[in-house]
Protein backbone atom coordinates (compact mmCIF):
# COMPACT_ATOMS: atom_id res chain seq x y z
CA UNK A 1 0.00 0.00 0.00
CA UNK A 2 2.89 1.96 0.70
CA UNK A 3 4.72 2.03 -2.78
CA UNK A 4 1.01 2.19 -4.30
CA UNK A 5 0.81 5.20 -2.80
CA UNK A 6 4.34 6.85 -3.33
CA UNK A 7 3.51 5.55 -7.10
CA UNK A 8 0.09 7.48 -6.80
CA UNK A 9 1.91 10.37 -5.58
CA UNK A 10 4.63 10.73 -7.82
CA UNK A 11 2.15 10.18 -10.79
CA UNK A 12 -0.20 13.18 -9.51
CA UNK A 13 3.27 16.07 -9.22
CA UNK A 14 4.56 14.66 -12.54
CA UNK A 15 0.94 15.74 -13.87
CA UNK A 16 1.05 18.92 -11.89
CA UNK A 17 3.88 19.92 -13.52
CA UNK A 18 3.60 19.08 -16.39
CA UNK A 19 0.43 20.83 -16.34
CA UNK A 20 2.67 24.08 -15.09
CA UNK A 21 5.55 23.37 -17.95
CA UNK A 22 3.33 22.85 -20.65
CA UNK A 23 -0.68 23.37 -20.70
CA UNK A 24 -0.51 26.33 -18.48
CA UNK A 25 1.61 27.83 -20.49
CA UNK A 26 0.43 27.48 -23.72
CA UNK A 27 -3.20 28.82 -22.63
CA UNK A 28 -1.70 31.63 -20.46
CA UNK A 29 0.27 32.63 -23.64
CA UNK A 30 -2.61 32.08 -25.78
CA UNK A 31 -5.26 34.12 -23.70
CA UNK A 32 -2.50 36.67 -23.63
CA UNK A 33 -4.39 38.82 -26.29
CA UNK A 34 -6.32 40.30 -23.29
CA UNK A 35 -3.73 41.69 -21.91
CA UNK A 36 -1.66 41.23 -18.88
CA UNK A 37 -3.86 43.26 -16.33
CA UNK A 38 -7.32 41.52 -17.28
CA UNK A 39 -5.61 37.95 -17.42
CA UNK A 40 -4.25 38.51 -13.67
CA UNK A 41 -7.97 39.65 -12.76
CA UNK A 42 -8.99 36.86 -14.54
CA UNK A 43 -6.82 34.42 -12.56
CA UNK A 44 -7.85 36.25 -9.17
CA UNK A 45 -11.65 36.11 -9.79
CA UNK A 46 -11.90 32.74 -11.49
CA UNK A 47 -9.49 31.13 -8.79
CA UNK A 48 -11.47 32.50 -5.65
CA UNK A 49 -14.45 31.12 -7.42
CA UNK A 50 -13.08 27.87 -7.82
CA UNK A 51 -11.66 27.72 -4.36
CA UNK A 52 -14.82 28.32 -2.89
CA UNK A 53 -16.96 25.64 -4.80
CA UNK A 54 -13.81 23.07 -3.51
CA UNK A 55 -13.96 24.65 -0.05
CA UNK A 56 -17.70 23.73 -0.02
CA UNK A 57 -17.52 20.16 -1.98
CA UNK A 58 -14.83 18.92 0.39
CA UNK A 59 -16.75 20.64 3.79
CA UNK A 60 -13.85 22.98 5.01
CA UNK A 61 -15.22 25.56 6.00
CA UNK A 62 -14.77 25.06 9.35
CA UNK A 63 -10.83 24.89 8.57
CA UNK A 64 -11.62 28.64 6.90
CA UNK A 65 -13.33 30.50 10.13
CA UNK A 66 -11.02 29.01 12.67
CA UNK A 67 -8.09 30.19 10.28
CA UNK A 68 -9.75 34.02 9.79
CA UNK A 69 -10.65 33.69 13.84
CA UNK A 70 -6.57 34.11 14.46
CA UNK A 71 -5.61 37.63 13.86
CA UNK A 72 -1.78 37.13 13.62
CA UNK A 73 -2.53 33.89 10.81
CA UNK A 74 -4.61 36.36 8.73
CA UNK A 75 -2.18 39.09 8.97
CA UNK A 76 0.83 36.49 7.53
CA UNK A 77 -1.68 35.37 4.71
CA UNK A 78 -2.28 38.91 3.94
CA UNK A 79 1.45 38.78 2.79
CA UNK A 80 1.25 35.79 1.08
CA UNK A 81 -1.38 37.09 -0.89
CA UNK A 82 0.61 39.70 -1.89
CA UNK A 83 3.32 37.73 -3.08
CA UNK A 84 1.40 34.71 -4.94
CA UNK A 85 -0.15 37.55 -6.51
CA UNK A 86 2.94 39.37 -7.50
CA UNK A 87 4.10 36.04 -9.00
CA UNK A 88 0.82 35.25 -11.05
CA UNK A 89 1.28 38.83 -12.66
CA UNK A 90 4.94 38.69 -13.26
CA UNK A 91 4.48 35.41 -14.68
CA UNK A 92 1.88 36.48 -16.97
CA UNK A 93 3.42 39.30 -17.77
CA UNK A 94 6.22 36.84 -19.51
CA UNK A 95 4.16 34.98 -21.32
CA UNK A 96 2.39 38.21 -23.10
CA UNK A 97 6.00 39.41 -23.44
CA UNK A 98 8.04 36.78 -24.83
CA UNK A 99 10.40 36.39 -21.26
CA UNK A 100 9.13 32.36 -20.95
CA UNK A 101 12.85 31.59 -20.95
CA UNK A 102 13.62 34.26 -18.19
CA UNK A 103 10.38 33.11 -16.19
CA UNK A 104 11.74 29.29 -16.31
CA UNK A 105 15.25 30.91 -15.14
CA UNK A 106 13.69 31.35 -11.63
CA UNK A 107 11.57 28.37 -11.59
CA UNK A 108 14.60 26.45 -11.46
CA UNK A 109 16.41 29.28 -9.24
CA UNK A 110 13.12 28.99 -6.71
CA UNK A 111 13.83 25.23 -5.19
CA UNK A 112 17.95 26.41 -4.50
CA UNK A 113 16.58 29.79 -3.33
CA UNK A 114 14.22 27.71 -0.74
CA UNK A 115 17.23 26.22 0.83
CA UNK A 116 19.21 29.21 0.99
CA UNK A 117 15.92 30.91 2.97
CA UNK A 118 15.21 28.17 5.43
CA UNK A 119 18.99 28.29 6.35
CA UNK A 120 18.68 32.18 6.80
CA UNK A 121 15.34 31.92 8.53
CA UNK A 122 14.70 28.96 9.71
CA UNK A 123 18.43 28.01 10.87
CA UNK A 124 18.19 24.71 8.46
CA UNK A 125 21.60 23.00 8.39
CA UNK A 126 23.08 23.12 4.27
CA UNK A 127 25.42 20.34 3.19
CA UNK A 128 28.29 21.04 1.25
CA UNK A 129 26.49 20.27 -2.18
CA UNK A 130 23.51 22.07 -1.44
CA UNK A 131 26.11 25.25 -0.86
CA UNK A 132 27.43 24.58 -3.54
CA UNK A 133 24.29 25.14 -6.06
CA UNK A 134 23.29 28.38 -3.88
CA UNK A 135 26.65 29.41 -4.88
CA UNK A 136 26.59 28.55 -8.31
CA UNK A 137 23.56 30.66 -8.54
CA UNK A 138 24.83 33.20 -6.93
CA UNK A 139 27.64 33.52 -9.44
CA UNK A 140 25.41 33.14 -12.15
CA UNK A 141 23.61 36.04 -11.27
CA UNK A 142 26.70 38.02 -10.65
CA UNK A 143 27.93 36.87 -13.75
CA UNK A 144 24.78 38.67 -16.14
CA UNK A 145 25.50 41.62 -14.03
CA UNK A 146 29.28 42.53 -15.36
CA UNK A 147 28.75 41.06 -18.11
CA UNK A 148 25.56 42.38 -19.37
CA UNK A 149 22.97 44.25 -17.55
CA UNK A 150 20.87 43.81 -19.96
CA UNK A 151 20.95 40.57 -20.34
CA UNK A 152 19.75 39.93 -16.43
CA UNK A 153 16.56 37.79 -16.25
CA UNK A 154 14.62 40.27 -14.28
CA UNK A 155 11.10 38.38 -14.71
CA UNK A 156 12.95 35.40 -13.62
CA UNK A 157 14.52 36.42 -10.59
CA UNK A 158 11.18 38.19 -9.25
CA UNK A 159 9.33 35.14 -9.91
CA UNK A 160 12.24 33.19 -8.25
CA UNK A 161 11.60 35.78 -5.21
CA UNK A 162 7.98 35.91 -5.08
CA UNK A 163 7.17 32.40 -4.92
CA UNK A 164 10.48 31.64 -2.48
CA UNK A 165 9.37 34.19 0.24
CA UNK A 166 5.58 32.91 -0.43
CA UNK A 167 6.83 29.43 0.44
CA UNK A 168 8.71 31.02 3.39
CA UNK A 169 5.51 32.47 4.68
CA UNK A 170 3.43 29.71 4.31
CA UNK A 171 6.00 27.48 5.89
CA UNK A 172 5.07 29.69 8.93
CA UNK A 173 1.79 30.67 9.10
CA UNK A 174 1.09 26.74 8.26
CA UNK A 175 -2.69 26.27 7.28
CA UNK A 176 -4.70 24.10 4.64
CA UNK A 177 -2.75 24.53 1.95
CA UNK A 178 -6.31 25.10 -0.21
CA UNK A 179 -7.99 27.06 2.61
CA UNK A 180 -5.15 29.48 2.81
CA UNK A 181 -5.08 29.76 -1.07
CA UNK A 182 -8.97 31.00 -0.77
CA UNK A 183 -8.23 33.55 1.91
CA UNK A 184 -5.34 34.56 0.14
CA UNK A 185 -7.81 35.36 -3.47
CA UNK A 186 -10.28 36.96 -1.20
CA UNK A 187 -7.81 39.33 -0.13
CA UNK A 188 -7.12 40.01 -3.88
CA UNK A 189 -10.40 39.88 -4.94
CA UNK A 190 -11.54 43.55 -3.90
CA UNK A 191 -8.54 44.66 -5.97
CA UNK A 192 -9.64 42.46 -8.81
CA UNK A 193 -13.12 43.21 -9.14
CA UNK A 194 -12.32 47.19 -9.03
CA UNK A 195 -9.72 47.35 -11.57
CA UNK A 196 -11.65 44.79 -14.29
CA UNK A 197 -14.01 47.80 -13.13
CA UNK A 198 -12.18 50.54 -14.42
CA UNK A 199 -11.35 48.29 -17.31
CA UNK A 200 -15.05 48.00 -18.47
CA UNK A 201 -16.37 51.83 -17.66
CA UNK A 202 -13.09 52.61 -20.11
CA UNK A 203 -14.71 49.76 -22.91
CA UNK A 204 -10.68 47.86 -22.59
CA UNK A 205 -12.56 44.86 -21.69
CA UNK A 206 -12.08 41.35 -23.82
CA UNK A 207 -14.57 39.92 -21.51
CA UNK A 208 -18.21 40.61 -22.55
CA UNK A 209 -21.33 39.00 -22.33
CA UNK A 210 -21.72 39.38 -26.44
CA UNK A 211 -19.01 37.00 -26.50
CA UNK A 212 -19.96 33.71 -24.99
CA UNK A 213 -16.75 31.63 -26.11
CA UNK A 214 -14.32 34.07 -25.26
CA UNK A 215 -15.75 34.54 -21.41
CA UNK A 216 -15.25 30.76 -21.07
CA UNK A 217 -11.78 30.54 -22.08
CA UNK A 218 -10.99 33.90 -19.82
CA UNK A 219 -13.06 31.73 -16.96
CA UNK A 220 -10.46 29.04 -17.39
CA UNK A 221 -7.73 31.00 -15.94
CA UNK A 222 -9.41 29.80 -12.37
CA UNK A 223 -9.45 25.93 -13.03
CA UNK A 224 -6.15 26.38 -14.84
CA UNK A 225 -4.35 27.58 -11.92
CA UNK A 226 -6.43 25.51 -8.81
CA UNK A 227 -6.14 22.04 -10.95
CA UNK A 228 -2.35 21.83 -11.17
CA UNK A 229 -1.75 23.03 -7.67
CA UNK A 230 -4.43 20.44 -6.34
CA UNK A 231 -2.38 17.10 -8.04
CA UNK A 232 1.12 18.74 -6.72
CA UNK A 233 -0.02 18.77 -3.41
CA UNK A 234 -1.80 15.56 -2.95
CA UNK A 235 1.35 14.43 -4.63
CA UNK A 236 3.73 16.19 -1.97
CA UNK A 237 1.34 14.43 0.62
CA UNK A 238 1.57 10.86 -0.39
CA UNK A 239 5.21 10.39 -1.72
CA UNK A 240 7.08 13.75 0.18
CA UNK A 241 9.35 16.74 -0.33
CA UNK A 242 12.27 15.19 -1.43
CA UNK A 243 10.85 13.05 -4.45
CA UNK A 244 7.96 16.24 -5.27
CA UNK A 245 11.47 18.24 -5.09
CA UNK A 246 12.97 16.62 -7.97
CA UNK A 247 9.75 15.84 -10.29
CA UNK A 248 8.70 20.13 -10.03
CA UNK A 249 12.11 20.63 -12.45
CA UNK A 250 9.29 19.21 -15.03
CA UNK A 251 7.62 22.62 -15.32
CA UNK A 252 10.50 25.01 -15.86
CA UNK A 253 12.63 22.50 -18.01
CA UNK A 254 9.25 22.30 -20.44
CA UNK A 255 8.84 26.42 -19.58
CA UNK A 256 12.40 26.40 -21.45
CA UNK A 257 11.86 23.99 -24.36
CA UNK A 258 8.55 25.79 -25.53
CA UNK A 259 10.09 29.35 -24.99
CA UNK A 260 12.90 28.23 -27.21
CA UNK A 261 11.55 25.95 -29.72
CA UNK A 262 7.72 26.68 -30.05
CA UNK A 263 7.79 30.45 -29.22
CA UNK A 264 11.46 31.08 -30.65
CA UNK A 265 12.31 33.61 -27.64
CA UNK A 266 16.09 35.24 -28.07
CA UNK A 267 18.69 33.25 -26.08
CA UNK A 268 21.64 35.63 -25.75
CA UNK A 269 25.02 33.80 -25.20
CA UNK A 270 25.55 35.66 -22.33
CA UNK A 271 21.74 33.97 -20.70
CA UNK A 272 23.23 30.52 -22.20
CA UNK A 273 26.64 30.51 -19.73
CA UNK A 274 24.39 31.76 -16.94
CA UNK A 275 21.65 28.67 -18.25
CA UNK A 276 24.62 26.32 -17.92
CA UNK A 277 25.53 27.13 -14.57
CA UNK A 278 22.16 27.32 -12.90
CA UNK A 279 21.79 23.53 -14.31
CA UNK A 280 25.44 22.59 -13.31
CA UNK A 281 23.64 23.90 -9.69
CA UNK A 282 20.29 22.26 -10.30
CA UNK A 283 21.78 18.56 -11.27
CA UNK A 284 24.27 18.79 -7.40
CA UNK A 285 20.87 19.97 -5.40
CA UNK A 286 19.08 17.00 -7.48
CA UNK A 287 21.48 14.68 -6.64
CA UNK A 288 21.95 15.22 -3.22
CA UNK A 289 18.31 15.38 -2.82
CA UNK A 290 18.23 12.29 -4.45
CA UNK A 291 20.73 10.70 -1.95
CA UNK A 292 19.24 12.29 0.98
CA UNK A 293 15.41 11.14 0.53
Same mark, same amino acid.
Given at each position: ??????????????????????????????????????????????????????????????????? =?? &???? %????? !? @???? +? /?? #???????????????????????????????????????????????????????????????????????????????????????????????? =?? &???? %????? !? @???? +? /?? #????????????????????????????????????????????????????????????????????????????????????????????
Amino acid at each position: MKNKNFNKGITLTALGSFWWGVIGVIYFKYISFAGSIEVVIHRCVWTSVILIISTFYYSKWNIFFNI =IS &SMEK %LIWLF !F @SSLL +I /FI #NWATWIYALGNNKIIDASFGYFVMPILSVFLGYIFYKEKINKRRGFSILLVLISILFLFIVSFDSIPWVGIIVALSWGFYNLLRKKVNVDTNVGLL =IE &SLFI %LPFAL !F @SFYI +I /FQ #NNLNDFSLSNPSLMLLLMLAGPMTVIPLFLYVRGVELCGLGPTGMIFYITPTFQFLLGFFYYNEEFSTEKSLSFILIWIAVIIYLKDLYENN
